[in-house]
Structure formats: C-alpha cells, structure tokens
C-alpha cells in the first residue's frame, strides 16, 4: 500500500475530528458558529486533499 494512502486515512479521520469539534486550521482557526464559510470551505478544501491522496499513483 502506497505511502500516500495512510496519508489519505489520516487526513480523513482528521477531517471527522474537525467535523465534531466545530472548528478547522489553516492558517488560523476558523469556527463553524463564527464564520462558518471559512470553515466550511476550509473543510471542503482539506477533504479534497485527502481524498486526492487515494488518486496518486506511485
């Protein structure tokens, strides 16, 4: 199994971590109640990463 793939595993179990707890990094913390288009699209973009980490082929 690639490299790449445990990656992928990690990113997405980080990704449900953030979904229960409300808040999201990416240069900052973005919280869902405050500014929740920040984080949503911080969410959507980390979820495209890791998902992208499954695609890479070695």
């Known amino acids: ?3 790449t793939y ?3 595993f ?3 179990l980080w990704v449900v971590y953030d979904l229960f707890s409300g808040k999201v990094w990416l240069h900052r913390e973005f919280e869902r109640s405050s500014e929740p288009f920040a984080y949503w699209s911080t969410m ?3 979820l495209a ?3 992208s ?3 890479w082929e070695i």
């Open 10 to 12: 990690f990113l997405l």
């Open 1 to 3: 199994m690639p490299w």
């Open 53 to 55: 980490c499954f695609c």
């Open 49 to 51: 990463i890791a998902i």
């Open 44 to 46: 959507l973009l980390w």
């Open 6 to 8: 445990y990656l992928g």
